[in-house]
């Protein structure tokens, strides 16, 4: 009898925890349903679009999607990275610069030489942004101009050049040809860094930090501390965005790409909230997906591309009223 | 002990800092001052009555920029559209040059352009709640996309800037006073005493400070967000009037380059983009600061990375010894 009534208390407890599961993931499935629906509209429009155009769609997105990761782990913890392109551009060219007419085996520790660099830039940042108390968003503006000017530095035009290996693991799909390596190479990347992370003390300071930085710190958190780890992964993921776009294009650009305020369309997209505390780094993932597939799409119906700029534009703006309304409507029950 | 006595004993104990902390203006100034001082030794003979007035020339579009992030900030707001709304003014402008309505129609249509953009901004903010950011940030991409559907869909008749625009942004009198300042200083008259004198300016540190306190007192917050984005984009508009004349250009990203320059001058003049807190005399001199110390870097000769790396270090530093200095306690 007891043990009956365990079992349907277990079954239960599963239920709610599967509900309150998708409860907590109901943006980011309602985004990834409405990128299949987007997907299937584009094979309508375009039924020539096939898994070419979506190994060309991987690639494309992944420098901007690992930007928009970098930016979702700031903004989770209560802040904002407007760096993340000249850290990406300085990235860029300096792993391009140092693996030019070098071994394979010595560009896998440029890889990893670029990986470090880009968690001392991050952790750069988020250390002036706790020991000056200025503001998030002037500091990193500041220091855009500094690793944009540093980027100049290493490399003044654009050049250099990627070993072949990387852009093997970018190119071409896996297995299946409609699943590009790109992608998987993409999610590994960030499951591998994200995961371990998201589930540790510091993964739990940062959300804390983010909802709510009083509380964090009577609680015993290092808001601090967290702050500034926060800033060094998202200098991480931005060093491989650099390193992703080198792959990608074969050579290191000084100049930085529109990555910086794309990526915060895009974490807004992907149900972070800007306020802090709330939100994972995958839906800013799909978000970026959908963003570029949106500019795909507009291109097979043979709009105007300044309008398709337009279009992002107001799609960016309908997805935070749409988002703030729920807000507003949930305050007020 | 009286009042008095009690109060001039504090403030001797704050010494220096308790007057920068009264008059945070002091410092900059002084900032300013030294920058002047620095390139007249670094190059001597430079400061003359023509170089300041080309330092004020350049200066005065960034200056009306940088007042348009003073008064969003203020609000706790931020307006990153404003360099696309520039650009598009100047442009739209220099298109309708042969048009039947010359200059004047080219400046109203682009004035009414950039008010219709700053409605949907205010109401964005104002009444669906969007951060400021996205939101402005969403309608520079719109501005940007229509302005350059303006470029393809309308007759090329020979765009060029305006002879009168060009006078205005870059003529001077007497090789000295540049002609702009007939614009820009009425302009910061009506900021200035707009914010300390007039309700709507109170209402602008009201919403900023205490958003809820002033909903209480029975302001309308959307109805002062809504203005406020108007006024900002049409500051925008007019500062790219006065862009496309100083640099006699008029293309889709003529004044993106100021958007962030922008921000930091608000900042450096300590106006918080928390809210609530600053004012428009410190921009003005933020604006100057940034001038001058562009204007040093390139008379160090310094190449374009090296000065965009000290550019920021800079920035960085000013703001962090400006919250030092003036923060309470």
């Not at chain 1, 009898?1 to 239920?15: D, F, L, N, P, W």
């Not at chain 2, 920058?35 to 670094?42: F, K």
């Not at chain 2, 951060?131 to 719109?142: A, C, E, K």
């Amino acid at each position: 009898m007891s043990a009956a009534a365990e079992v349907v208390g277990t079954g239960t407890r599963r239920r709610d925890d599967a509900l309150a599961w998708l409860r907590r993931n109901a943006w980011t499935i309602g985004l990834v349903g409405f990128l299949f629906v987007l997907f299937a509209f584009t094979r309508v429009i375009q039924p020539r679009y096939n898994a070419a155009g979506v190994q060309g769609l991987a690639i494309s997105v992944l420098p901007l999607a690992l930007a928009a990761v970098a930016q979702a782990v700031v903004i989770i913890s209560g802040g904002i990275d407007l760096s993340i392109g000249s850290m990406m551009a300085l990235t860029s060219v300096v792993s391009a610069t140092l693996m030019d007419g070098r071994s394979d085996e010595f560009a896998i520790a440029v890889v990893f030489g670029v990986l470090v660099l880009g968690l001392a830039l991050g952790a750069v940042n988020g250390a002036l942004v706790v020991l000056t108390r200025v503001p998030d968003i002037v500091v990193t503006l500041a220091m855009l101009f500094v690793w944009a000017g540093a980027a100049l530095l290493v490399r003044s035009s654009p050049g250099g050049s990627a070993a072949q290996w990387m852009r093997d693991l970018v190119l071409g799909s896996l297995l299946v040809d409609v699943i590009p390596k790109a992608t998987v190479v993409l999610l590994l990347v960030v499951a591998v860094v994200w995961i371990p992370f998201g589930r540790s003390r510091l993964g739990l300071s940062l959300y804390a930090v983010g909802s709510n930085q009083l509380a964090a710190f009577r609680s015993g958190v290092s808001v601090g501390w967290t702050k500034v780890m926060g800033y060094a992964l998202a200098g991480l993921f931005a060093a491989l965005g650099g390193i992703a776009l080198t792959a990608s294009t074969g050579i290191g650009t000084p100049v930085p790409g529109p990555y910086t305020l794309l990526s915060v369309a895009a974490v807004v997209l992907g149900g972070v909230s800007l306020a802090g505390g709330r939100g994972g780094v995958f839906g800013p993932i799909i978000g970026v997906f959908v963003l570029q597939l949106i500019r795909t799409d507009m291109t097979f119906l043979r709009i105007n591309t300044n309008l398709a700029v337009v279009t992002q534009g107001v799609i960016l703006i309908a997805v935070v009223m749409v988002g703030s309304l729920i807000e507003i409507r949930r305050a007020r029950r | 002990m009286s009042v008095e006595a009690r109060m001039s004993r504090l403030r001797e104990r704050g010494g220096i800092r308790g007057l920068f902390r009264d008059q945070p203006l002091i410092p900059l100034i002084l900032l300013l001052l030294v920058l002047v001082v620095v390139i007249q030794v670094v190059r001597p003979g430079i400061v003359t009555p023509s170089w300041l007035g080309v330092i004020l020339r350049a200066s005065v579009p960034l200056a009306i920029i940088a007042g348009c992030q003073t008064l969003t900030m203020l609000t706790g707001g931020i307006d990153l559209s404003v360099g696309a709304v520039a650009s598009m003014a100047g442009f739209v402008t220099a298109t309708m040059v042969n048009s039947p309505g010359g200059v004047a129609q080219g400046i109203a249509i682009s004035l009414v352009a950039a008010a219709l953009a700053g409605v949907v901004t205010g109401i964005g903010v104002g009444v669906f709640r969007v951060h400021p950011l996205i939101m402005t940030l969403g309608m520079s991409f719109v501005v940007l996309g229509l302005a350059n559907v303006w470029q393809l869909t309308t007759v090329q008749t020979g765009s060029g800037v305006p002879a009168s625009l060009r006078s205005v942004g870059s003529g001077t009198i007497g090789g000295i006073v540049p002609m702009s300042l007939f614009v820009y200083v009425p302009f910061a008259l009506l900021i200035l005493v707009g914010l300390r004198r007039t309700g709507y300016g109170r209402l602008l540190y009201a919403v900023g400070d205490n958003p809820v306190a002033a909903r209480l007192s029975g302001v309308r917050s959307w109805q002062v967000l809504v203005v406020l984005y108007v006024i900002s984009a049409v500051f925008a508009a007019i500062a790219g009037l006065l862009v496309s004349g100083l640099t006699n250009t008029a293309s889709v990203s003529l004044a993106d380059s100021y958007v962030l320059p922008s921000v930091a001058a608000a900042v450096i003049g300590g106006t918080s983009i928390l809210g609530g807190r600053g004012g428009y005399g410190g921009t003005i001199i933020g604006a100057l600061i940034l001038t001058v110390l562009t204007a040093l870097l390139t008379v160090l000769g310094l190449h374009e990375p090296p000065r965009q790396i000290l550019f920021g270090a800079i920035i960085v530093g000013v703001a962090a010894a400006y919250t030092r200095v003036t923060a309470e306690s």
